[in-house]
Nanobody, 119 residues
Framework: QVQLVESGGGLVQAGGSLRLSCEAS????????MGWYRQAPGKERELVAQ???????NYADSVKGRFTISRDNAKNTVYLQMNSLKPEDTAVYYC?????????????WGKGTLVTVSS
């Protein structure tokens, strides 16, 4: 019911930057929170950053000051600007969206985009 298309992952050297994008589509009436999670090999999926409809943000301590989440409500798109990347940021990054579809709130996940940071 909600399709999420992520883009922007890739290989970057430590200290570099990447920008992830995630566009939501489908029979969406409204979107509440949008966010990014990541999962490194052998580790559990963890929250990276979230942003609410009114623009309030929440970040993992490990990315504060380096990553910035933003959204374009007109485009149903969330972005994650990642600066000063470190090898420990290497992971598959997943987009997560809570959207109102028909009469129900639906929690949807993207397929993930791989970010690899080389030392």
């Amino acid at each position: 019911q909600v399709q999420l298309v992520e883009s922007g992952g890739g290989l970057v050297q430590a200290g570099g930057s990447l920008r992830l994008s995630c566009e939501a589509s489908g029979r969406i009436l409204s979107i509440d929170r949008m966010g990014w999670y990541r999962q490194a090999p052998g580790k559990e999926r963890e929250l990276v950053a979230q942003i609410t409809k009114d623009g309030s943000t929440n970040y993992a301590d490990s990315v504060k000051g380096r990553f910035t989440i933003s959204r374009d409500n007109a485009k149903n798109t969330v972005y994650l600007q990642m600066n000063s990347l470190k090898p420990e940021d290497t992971a598959v990054y997943y987009c997560n969206v809570k959207a109102l579809v028909m009469l129900a709130w639906v929690d949807s996940w993207g397929k993930g985009t791989l970010v690899t940071v080389s030392s």
